[in-house]
């Protein structure tokens, strides 16, 4: 408590606590803020927004109204199952970029992780902004393509420094502060750059809304072709979704490389449910158990962001402790996933126990990559889709090995492995 110009805080480290705030949820949540971003959206640029600013930073009716607005065609199963086509052509593009950088070694590059962050760009903006963007053509590097990476990775490369130090921005633009709007600003031109292109494209093609329609079209659809909300859901979209299914992928691929064993399991599932050049369908990657198992086995060491929180809206028993309405509860999701107590031999990468034969039993709430409740990640199809995707296309052709000192982890600001991700990528 008593943090300069911060609420104060309550750390839960108890699953049980977690559920009884998540169970005791009412309609309208409230999520701890990212007060840089909320000020960004609803007073920097809030002619703009308006009423219509997104689901990230934002609390009450005015959340709830937008939610309700882009929530049907983002969370309907069968929309996510449209895109495997799109998604597996972006995992395949990666695959031969892989190929194509490569060095004698079958090693990549040190910064192999731009390589993964334009793989996320270019999956997401065939959702988000029903473009191909072309992350790995050869002109990328000097498109619109680059600036939203960078754009991107200087939004939650500063975004730290704004949350968690002492709030000078509030009081005068600081340089992070500038480099911050400028890096959302870029973010938004770009992004309505292209749905204004796909406006055209869409009243071009003068076909009507359909079940089978994309996620832009029929968000289009349902709110009277209005293109802002289509620009703020896509800008959420950027800003939670590439840098942290990067970061899961980064994480997978290095959990793989030092568990030698499981990948050989994982390979073994793969070449008998996706035998040779088959394309991949729905039912395909429902069959593969072992390769959700790994994901969540990576999700629940490395998740990639270490912790959530919720603005208690009651006062609310915890512990055997009453908790103020209006305090922040915290939840360490890192610990409690790393914990003997909640998983037997926590610190060992055991795929297996999230496979239904063995007997483990763990809380529901000690491993919650993708959040619960209300206010959980509206793009977790696509982000579990992207995933498998990526990761059985990876497989097919490559052997993964990491042949350098163990990487250890850090906050950067999603939870992944720090430094040169040099991974060998053998043909198979």
Not at 55 to 63: C, L, P, R, T
Not at 379 to 394: H, S
């Amino acid at each position: 408590s008593n943090m300069l110009g911060r609420p104060d805080m309550v750390f839960l480290f108890d699953p049980r606590d977690i559920e009884t705030i998540f169970r005791s949820e009412e309609k309208l949540p409230h999520r701890p803020s990212m007060p840089s971003l909320n000020y960004y959206k609803h007073v920097m640029r809030k002619d703009y927004f308006g009423e219509d600013a997104g689901v990230i930073a934002v609390h009450g009716e005015n959340w709830y109204k937008f939610r309700r607005k882009v929530q049907q065609p983002l969370m309907q199963p069968k929309t996510a199952q449209l895109y495997i086509p799109s998604i597996e052509e972006s995992a395949d593009t990666f695959v031969e970029r892989i190929r194509k950088i490569r060095d004698q070694n079958s090693e990549v590059p040190d910064d192999f992780l731009n390589e993964i962050h334009k793989w996320g760009l270019e999956s997401i903006a065939k959702v988000a902004l029903n473009v191909r963007l072309g992350c790995f053509d050869d002109q990328a590097i000097d498109s619109d393509t680059q600036l939203l990476i960078d754009a991107i990775d200087t939004f939650f490369s500063n975004v730290g420094n704004l949350e968690l130090k002492i709030p000078f921005w509030r009081l005068f633009n600081t340089p992070t502060w500038n480099k911050y709007v400028n890096a959302l600003d870029t973010i938004m031109r770009i992004t309505q750059k292209y749905i204004n292109q796909s406006m055209q494209d869409i009243a071009a093609k003068g076909v009507e809304c359909t079940a089978d329609s994309s996620v832009l079209e029929r968000v289009l659809a349902f709110n009277d072709n209005n293109t802002k909300v289509a620009v703020t859901l896509a800008l959420d979209m950027f800003l939670v979704g590439i840098d942290t299914t990067s970061a899961a992928v980064a994480s997978i691929l290095y959990q793989l490389s030092q568990n030698q064993d499981k990948q050989e399991i994982l390979m073994k599932e793969i070449d008998r449910v996706v035998p040779g050049d088959s394309k991949l369908t729905s039912k395909m990657l429902d069959e593969m158990k072992y390769l959700r198992a790994c994901i969540k086995e990576t999700l629940r060491m490395y998740p990639v962001v270490i912790g959530n929180g919720r603005l208690v809206t009651n006062d609310t028993v915890l512990g055997g402790y009453m908790i103020p309405k209006g305090v922040q509860v915290v939840f360490q999701h890192y610990v409690i996933s790393n914990s003997d107590k909640y998983f037997s031999n926590a610190s060992k990468f055991e795929p297996e126990r999230w496979l239904k034969q063995r007997s483990d039993f763990h809380h529901a709430f000690a491993s919650l990559p993708f959040g619960f409740g209300r206010r959980m990640c509206l793009g977790r199809r696509f982000a579990d889709l992207e995933l498998e995707t990526l990761i059985v296309k990876i497989l097919k052709s490559y052997k993964i090995e990491y042949l350098y000192d163990k990487l250890e982890y850090r906050v950067q600001p999603m939870y992944t492995p720090y430094g040169p991700l040099k991974f060998k990528f053998t043909d198979r």
